[in-house]
């Protein structure tokens, strides 16, 4: 597509009047003057997506081709452009923002090895960091858990935080939450988001749409609201709040019509989850979903927020919900001012941003409908968000999933009742469901029920409660339902993520000690996002999703083997059977207590001083100057190696010859696999790194908290404990060294191969870099050696982190996988046709030499999508072309 439109006589500016105040718009509307037609027959998410083009033309981000490529959009054609696009604003979280943090720092240490100015070096946008990656769960179940697990967190990332703490002086524009406040979404969804911003451009205060990109996969959570944002690798953000535009290529548009209303007994979750595998069926990835339709009108925000939230688990770039009035009754009820509410109002109105149900349809690339009074209480499991199971049939399914394990185990229940299928872990977590008061409060009355007719949780059942924000805190209480939910042993351990991330904690060590010794398959139910292999603990095979209340009553049950719609939960004092049917409480019951004690003031008490934290740590130092001081001696933050040896200009693009395989993988390799968050194994190349620093498994952290440490994160690549590389015959971050085909960990093999001089390469199946959207996974793929990863599909947050980190990812042809072509990684591999001009999607040649001297040629597509994707890769990363950009001046 081409600009074919004179836009000589195009004049987007125009005005706002809101109080005393006259704002600047850039006028999507102005574009009808062009003949491109009427501008609502546009998604609503691409006419804001039109509105940043508009103004960003003006200060010369984007120009009129970019602008004309976007306006002309069609729903039957499926674009082939992209379209920069420069956020209000990022938002990061601390795994992925210490990483961040660390190579900001590095890129000022390098520009003062260069002779220059390292305080020129600050954010272009404005950047917050919310830390709620750290917290575990190392006590729960009593009053005592949040101090004890405050202060173990605390102590185990002080010197990560002195880093955060250093920051947030030494750069503009950068603002640090301190822990114990929330999860980074929910507090973007309560506090930070603003729906409609302003700020100064040529002279004028100029009004347009709030908009946020960040480094954790659900920053979709804030589409909820009306906000347009996605996650991004950690790579890509750093560029953009440099000032660096990200490249969007332009989207298809589903649109997703909701009709009817939910079930009694029914919830946001249940709603969400069979979004999600409705949606991963249809295959939405590198997509916008926009919802729409009658349904909107019986969910509310939070719920909308939920289903927003999950956009990365069914696959979009968003989950998108347009400005209406339940998103103004959510500004008023989360304490928003009447202004910001007036405003957000009038400016969407004026632009043709707000939706209302007699709003004319856009143009969708596809329709999908999905009737709301279909949908039945639900979870998702053992393995993946998209497997939606009905609650009568998850014991039938996990029965079926795990009866090879159940067949190898010592199945007979201790004197307690512990055995295959009893549930280990019951959290409640996650930003996904703690930030909807429906399904807390829904869980608060269902813990009071049960708590009336004499249940409680099994003893084996580590039970935990992790509000994504004190405000769910403030309204537990005052509804009373924050006792009854402690009765049952949900008291709250943390504001963070927690068992989401898999930061649960251990087991209890009775509890860990049977399902070792007896090799159990235990399972547990968390109101979260991602249930992936070894993602929640790593002694729990089987783990669900589920809303905040089905939580408690699997706590109460204490087992997945069970039809929680036809079998009780357990017998009362009188010995009569209490059924779930018999306990769960009304939607009437749930409003009533929402309208009681949810009101604006918990949300303005809650963030009055968000950013202040307490006096521990306030206290911290990490020193005053614009350079940080790299110590040498640290197990938790060292300078990367990235920009130590940077050349004024990139080095020449060759050829890949005579590379080894490295793994050979199949389909849905999550992120987690590829680059952990978890515990770090003693006798794993990591934990055996940190013994020889002296430091004891007691005291390893996690590989989340040690992400500013590359020495850490290269030897944790690949090392997940059920990562299976189809080259060795055991689960675990194993592979060959060839010629003579040794197993030994990844780590060893890599470091082999590069003292040889051999380049690497990976093979993966279908759906390669699903889940987080951790940097590490990219930056540790780069570190073991590997110059290209070829897959039968690809994430896409993972594709774009391998080209920020210089390292290419290629695309079999439908049809053709490394199975099919025989791989046993015995091979040598070359990749041909990329030393010279490259052209987005070109066919790249793959030449296969087997160990019996058989040869073959394949044709791959490079999957360097446009052309600064391609001056991404001859840069030798993202970054590294920002740092040459000031190195030069500009």
Known sequence: MTATKDFSRFTPRTTLQAGNTTYTVYSVKALEQLGYGAIDRLPYSLRILLENLIRHAARGLADETDIANLASWRPGAVPDAAVPFMPARVILQDFTGVPALVDLAAMRSALARHGGDPATMNPFIPVDLVIDHSVQVDRCGSSEALAVNVGLEMTRNRERYTMLHWGQQAFDNFRVVPPGTGIVHQVNLEYLASVVTTGAQDGETA?????????????????????????????????????????????????????????????????????????????????????????????????????????????????????????????????????????????????????????????????????????????????????????????????????????????????????????????????????????????????????????????????????????????????????????????????????????????????????????????????????????????????????????????????????????????????????????????????????????PDLFTVSYGSVFAGDAEWNELHGGSGHLYQWDAESSYIREPPFFQDLAPEPRPVGNVVGARILALFGDSITTDHISPAGSIGPQTPAGLYLQDLGIQPADFNSYGSRRGNHEVMMRGTFANIRIRNRMVDREGGWTKHWPEGGEMPIYEAAMRYRQEEVPLVVFAGKDYGTGSSRDWAAKGTLLLGVRAVVAASFERIHRSNLVGMGVLPLQFPEGMDAASLGLDGSETVSLTGVDGDLTPGQQVSLRIDRADGRSETVQVRLRLDNAMEIDYYRQGGILHKVLRQRLQGR
Request: charged share 20%; glycine share 10%.
């Open 207 to 599: 009004i347009y749409p709030d908009s946020v990109l960040g480094t954790d996969s659900h920053t979709t959570m804030i589409n909820g609201l009306g906000v347009m944002g996605w996650g991004v690798g950690g790579i890509e953000a750093e560029a953009v709040l440099l000032g660096q535009p990200y490249s969007l290529q332009i989207p298809e548009v589903v649109g997703v019509r909701l009709t009817g209303n939910l079930q009694p007994g029914t919830t946001a979750t249940d709603l969400v989850l069979t979004i999600t595998r409705f949606l991963r069926a249809k295959g939405v990835v590198g997509r916008f979903v926009e919802f729409f339709g009658p349904g909107l009108a019986h969910l509310s925000l939070p719920d909308r927020a939920t289903i927003a939230n999950m956009a990365p688990e069914y696959g979009a770039t968003m989950g998108f919900f347009p400005v209406d009035d339940e998103t103004l009754r959510y500004l008023r009820a989360s304490g928003r001012t009447p202004a910001q509410v007036e405003l957000v109002e009038s400016y969407c109105r004026q632009q043709g941003f707000f939706y209302t149900p007699d709003s004319a349809e856009p143009s969708y690339s596809v329709v999908y409908d999905i009737p709301l009074d279909s949908v039945v209480p639900s979870l998702a499991g053992p393995k993946r968000p998209q497997d939606l199971l009905p609650l009568a049939g998850v014991g039938e399914d996990f029965s079926r999933q795990f009866a090879q394990q159940v067949a190898a185990s010592s199945p007979g229940p201790d004197a307690a009742g512990l055995t295959n299928g009893s549930v280990a872990i019951a959290a409640i977590t996650s930003c996904t469901n703690t930030s909807n008061p429906d399904v807390m409060i829904g869980a608060g009355l269902l813990a009071r029920k049960a708590r009336a007719r004499g249940l409680v949780s099994k003893p084996w059942v580590k039970t935990s409660l992790a509000p994504g924000s004190r405000v769910v805190t403030r309204y537990l209480e005052q509804s009373g339902l924050l006792t009854d939910l402690e009765a049952l042993g949900f008291h709250v351990v943390g504001y963070g993520c927690t068992t989401c991330i898999g930061n649960s904690g251990p087991l209890d060590e009775a509890v860990g000690a049977e399902v070792r010794d007896r090799n159990l398959v235990v399972a547990a139910v968390l109101s979260g996002n991602r249930n992936f292999e070894a993602r929640i603990h790593p002694q729990v095979r089987a783990n669900y999703l589920a809303s905040p209340p089905l939580v408690v009553a699997y706590a109460l049950a204490g087992t997945v083997l069970i039809d929680l719609e036809r079998e009780p939960l357990g017998t009362d004092a009188q010995g009569q059977p209490v059924y779930l049917r018999e306990i769960w409480p009304s939607a009437e019951e749930i409003r009533a207590a929402v309208r009681q004690s949810l009101k």
